[in-house]
């Protein structure tokens, strides 16, 4: 009878270990792996790098607009494109659980390439282990991009006074959608999260000269926790309008029954920018051009009042502090 699972022995080293790569790994990324199927992949630079490596550990693996395949490759890819670099190589370590399905490795392995390709990077190297049932949860994967930077400096430390805060797109799409999928919350609409590759619409932003101190996709803690790791860092105040904030009336609704700061949600394919106040509007035109940017908003300001903190002034005219998010709010997001 033919397995339908993956077993232990598939993370042996022999045979059934070479039989799961060949059958569904290199099945699906072999014109992407630059390796060869040596133990090292070797790649040439002269240029400096950005590199960053995150582990992913989303529940649930699929969601609307996306799967732990596709998040793993546009994460990684998102996090040196911050730092003003465009990604070229990346690597990758799957940990898949005893008893994981064929079927749905596949369909993540399927996913995971497709990202690659999208993204443009060469897959220099890769690994898989299989543990026992129950040790893991489905499935962790773990990958490290690598980038040639193009736009240097970008730094949370380099924030000033008087600059403006803009925001790519809507924010708290991915955590909202993956917290409706969790609690088996029936959401009647399209909303899905926002996983995207970022690179393609902010390099027309590094080419185009825009003064940018600072870039952070808004990932775990949203952008409470972007915006107040930046005035902590730079020693400054950001003050942010509530009503410039673009939250689609979903994730709103989701926030007004739970009690959650839609603030505090989890984006993949949005991003948050500091630039200069003389270039607000040409980087709104730029942002609002691409596909990705079509929802970009200018939300506040750095100023040199209440430094290190981050004011939140409501749609009331009131004015109170977007703390730092704490608590366990959403677990296994990303």
Not at 209 to 235: C, P
Request: proline share 2%.
């Amino acid at each position: 009878m033919k397995m339908q699972s993956v077993q232990l022995s598939h993370g042996s080293g022999g045979v059934e270990s070479q039989k799961l790569i060949n059958d569904i790994f290199y099945k699906h990324l072999q014109d992407l792996v630059i390796c060869g199927g040596e133990d090292a992949g070797v790649f040439e630079s002269s240029s400096k790098l950005a590199v960053s490596t995150d582990g992913y550990t989303i529940s649930p693996i699929f969601f609307e607009g996306g799967d732990i395949g596709k998040l793993s490759i546009y994460g990684s890819c998102n996090d040196v494109s911050m730092m003003g670099a465009k990604p070229q190589y990346i690597t990758a370590s799957f940990m898949i659980e005893e008893g994981f399905l064929f079927e749905e490795l596949e369909k993540i392995v399927i996913s995971f390439s497709a990202a690659i390709k999208e993204c443009n990077v060469k897959l220099i190297s890769g690994d898989t282990k299989v543990l026992p049932k129950g040790t893991i949860d489905k499935m962790f994967i773990t990958t490290t991009a690598i980038g040639e930077i193009v736009y240097p400096n970008l730094s949370a430390f380099s924030l000033q006074s008087d600059c403006s805060i803009i925001v790519s797109g809507t924010i708290g799409d991915h955590g909202a959608v993956i917290f409706s999928k969790r609690e088996e919350i029936e959401i009647n609409s399209n909303l899905q999260s926002d996983c995207a590759f970022l690179y393609p619409m902010l390099e027309s932003l590094f080419t185009e000269n825009i003064n940018i101190y600072a870039l952070r996709d808004s990932t775990r803690g949203g952008i409470a926790s972007v915006l107040n790791e930046w005035a902590n860092s730079s020693n400054v105040g950001i003050e942010i309008n509530e009503e410039k904030l673009p939250i689609k009336n979903e994730v709103r609704g989701i926030c007004e029954m739970l009690g959650f700061e839609a603030c505090n949600l989890a984006n993949e394919g949005m991003c948050v920018l500091c630039v200069s106040k003389k270039d607000e509007l040409k980087t709104l035109e730029i942002l609002r051009n691409s596909k990705l940017g079509q929802n970009a908003q200018i939300i506040g300001q750095t100023t040199n009042e209440n430094k290190k903190q981050v004011i939140f002034k409501t749609s009331y005219g009131a004015k109170r502090y977007l703390e730092y998010p704490s608590g366990e709010l959403l677990p296994r997001i990303c």
